[in-house]
């Protein structure tokens, strides 16, 4: 078996030249070709496109999240403001019923009666008209 030096200068022939090949004539109203696009510029065209694609999805999921979050807000808003209206109604209710028995009449009565006042008799009331006489 040969020896072979690993760390030697390897002899290395240049390159060869491509061949140059004339451009084929065109014909009269015959458009010039397209120029060919390398792989790696293709790629890079994609890959651009794909980034744009995803932080146009981004932005997207973004304001959905924002939307979700404000209808959110707003909700928890109504509920608190449906259990004020709720106090608020009980609490009405409540006084409305104080009020009808602090106006009932043996309630009235019976105030009369602690300030000294009497009713009077059915028989000795009149009743006055204070509309103006007509003629």
Same mark, same amino acid.
């Given at each position: 078996?040969?020896?072979?030096?690993?760390?030697?200068?390897?002899?290395?022939a240049?390159?060869v030249?491509?061949?140059?090949t004339?451009?084929k004539?065109?014909?009269?109203g015959?458009?010039p070709a397209?120029p060919?696009?390398?792989?790696?510029?293709?790629? $890079?065209r994609?890959?651009?496109g794909?980034?744009?694609?995803?932080?146009?999805? &981004?932005?997207l #999921?973004f304001? %959905?999240? *924002?939307?979700?979050?404000?209808?959110?807000?707003a909700?928890?808003?109504?509920?608190?403001?449906d259990q004020e209206r709720a106090?608020l109604?009980?609490?009405?209710?409540?006084l409305?019923? $104080?009020?009808?028995?602090?106006?009932?009449?043996?309630?009235?009565e019976a105030? &009369?009666?602690r #300030?000294?006042? %009497?009713? *009077?008799?059915?028989?000795?009331?009149?009743?006055?008209?204070l509309a103006?006489?007509?003629r």
């Amino acid at each position: 078996m040969a020896a072979v030096d690993w760390f030697a200068q390897a002899e290395v022939a240049e390159p060869v030249p491509a061949p140059r090949t004339k451009p084929k004539p065109r014909r009269a109203g015959q458009r010039p070709a397209a120029p060919v696009r390398s792989r790696r510029e293709v790629t $890079r065209r994609r890959v651009r496109g794909h980034i744009v694609w995803m932080i146009l999805f &981004a932005f997207l #999921l973004f304001g %959905v999240v *924002a939307v979700n979050v404000a209808v959110l807000r707003a909700h928890v808003a109504v509920s608190q403001l449906d259990q004020e209206r709720a106090q608020l109604k009980a609490q009405n209710q409540a006084l409305a019923s $104080r009020l009808s028995a602090a106006s009932a009449a043996p309630q009235v009565e019976a105030a &009369a009666r602690r #300030l000294g006042l %009497v009713q *009077a008799p059915a028989a000795s009331t009149s009743y006055l008209d204070l509309a103006p006489a007509r003629r």
